[in-house]
């Protein structure tokens, strides 16, 4: 009788969400699911986060089946496998009328700073005392708000965009043409965009999703080789031309919970650790089997663009993309011109100046499609340096330390969700915020500050192991999709194995659908 009452207490309390995106709007119908009565914050007029000002000719980057909400499949009406960006967008909003989540929004409020005020404690609040026990707690200043618990759901891959730092008298400033990120780029509408590139010859620096779409939009508005559009690539990647190499779903083989035995996982045990071990020759075969095929439908070797690093690193790194059709046809004919392992150091009159070569990229604009500061983005969010310090490390060279990639166990009161990333975030998302609603009907409680640190630790010594580069910091847990969700069924009382049958449990792909009810 006591839970039960201290439930129905903890609903009266007062539940904040920064962020109308898809996380966002999840973590508000979960709540609501439980009896809360949650207020979202979002920066701008409308939902859906990333997906409401993009690139034109933008697509799903996963499978339909993957990347759908548990509740509320896709409408018979969408038979691509990966949509464009209107129909993702509506499918989104179709989302929020059914659940009637809209009604708990506040558009056009953006949440500039947090602040936390510490209740009766004495001392640093931490996740264990102030939210396992009945002790006093504090509260969140958000806005003109005073509230009980902060999910934050602001996304990495908005607002903040990542600049280049050049030397002084060699940025952008000692460029006679224009220089502009492709965040400037992705909120023009398509005839603004169109008439922006038109007639120009434009440089590209950055090699993933944004960089080739607009390369493609470039060489098809400038069509010819007389303005070839110019990609400068730092780091090769194995960008995908499909989801299915060789025939076979990548799911096969990346998403089930028989080729996560391959993996060295955190807190394993011997017997897995050693079964990993053994089974390090097929882990091996199946990054292969990939490079393979990607090598040939792409022909990397003819281009040199073949990475240095394995398919399995790559999609450890959450920094894979799904080739535009028709890219690498582009730059046999000369409208894309790509410019390989080569780093833009600075600018001159005529363009940009790379790295060991003296003269520049000549052009008219350089779009920067650079990535986005999401860690900066998400630490300036709070007031305290000690947060600060706690979500970005003293040197901002750390992951993100999430417990479940949901809580930071030294920051009370407080959830972040869609920052860790995967292959299919919206998948991710859900399940982790049903974890959270659970969390907070009071249906489990978390472990001690120790113990979740300890966990941190584990999964951040597995990131490091499997991603390349500084990639680990994305936090990416898309080989151990099926690992990561048993841990949160596991918390929440539910049994991790969802399917049926041993075939179908082994070696079946896991997806959204697996975690209905």
Wanted: hydrophobic share 35%.
């Amino acid at each position: 009788m006591a839970d039960f009452n201290e439930r129905e207490n903890r609903k009266k309390e007062v539940v904040a969400i920064i962020g109308a995106g898809i996380s966002g709007l999840l973590a508000c119908k979960y709540c609501l699911s439980k009896g809360f009565d949650p207020i979202v914050f979002e920066s701008e007029s409308s939902i859906g986060g990333v997906w409401t000002k993009t690139i034109g000719s933008t697509k799903l980057q996963t499978p339909k089946p993957f990347y759908q909400f548990s509740d509320f499949p896709w409408p018979n009406s969408v038979t691509e496998m990966f949509p464009d960006h209107q129909t993702v967008l509506e499918y989104i909003e179709s989302y929020a009328r059914h659940f009637d989540l809209v009604r708990c929004i506040q558009f056009n409020s953006k949440v500039l700073s947090l602040s936390y005020e510490d209740g009766k404690l004495s001392g640093d609040v931490v996740w264990g005392e102030a939210f396992n026990t009945n002790c006093s707690k504090g509260k969140w200043n958000i806005n003109v708000y005073q509230v009980d618990f902060v999910i934050v759901c602001v996304g990495r891959f908005s607002q903040v965009p990542n600049i280049p730092e050049f030397p002084p008298k060699k940025g952008a400033e000692a460029f006679e043409g224009q220089v502009i990120h492709s965040m400037e780029y992705s909120n023009m509408d398509p005839e603004t965009a169109a008439n922006f590139v038109k007639g120009k010859h434009v440089a590209i620096v950055g090699f993933q999703k944004s960089g080739m779409d607009i390369a493609m939009e470039c060489s098809t508005i400038n069509a010819g080789t007389e303005r070839p559009c110019t990609v400068v690539i730092r780091t090769p990647h194995w960008n995908l031309p499909d989801f299915f190499p060789w025939g076979l779903n990548l799911g096969y083989l990346y998403l089930t919970r028989s080729s996560e035995l391959t993996v060295h996982k955190p807190g394993e045990g011997l017997v897995l650790s050693l079964l990993a071990t053994t089974l390090s020759p097929l882990r091996w075969a199946l990054s292969k089997f990939v490079e393979i095929y990607v090598r040939r439908k792409h022909r990397l070797a003819k281009h040199g663009m073949v990475p240095d690093h394995s398919f399995l690193n790559e999609f450890s790194s959450c920094s894979l993309s799904i080739v535009p059709e028709g890219f690498y046809d582009r730059v046999e004919e000369g409208s894309i011109k790509l410019v390989k392992r080569a780093e833009c150091v600075g600018f001159s009159k005529e363009g940009m100046m790379l790295k060991g070569q003296i003269e520049p990229i000549k052009s008219d604009l350089v779009i920067l499609a650079t990535g986005f500061k999401g860690i900066d983005k998400l630490k300036h969010i709070f007031e305290s340096k000690k947060y600060q310090e706690f979500i970005a490390g003293l040197d901002d060279s750390a992951a993100v330390p999430l417990y479940r990639e949901c809580i930071h166990p030294r920051i009370p009161q407080l959830a972040i969700i869609g920052f860790s990333e995967s292959i299919t975030n919206l998948y991710t998302s859900e399940i982790r915020c049903r974890w959270l609603a659970e969390l907070l009907d009071g249906k489990f409680k978390v472990p001690s500050i120790k113990v979740m640190e300890k966990d941190i630790a584990e999964w951040d010594k597995y990131k490091k192991r499997y991603s390349y580069n500084k990639y680990y910091r994305n936090s990416c847990i898309a080989a151990l999709h099926v690992w990561h969700n048993d841990q949160l069924c596991k918390d929440m009382g539910w049994n991790p194995k969802r399917k049926k049958g041993f075939w179908a449990e082994w070696f079946q792909p896991y997806g959204p659908m697996d975690y209905r009810g």
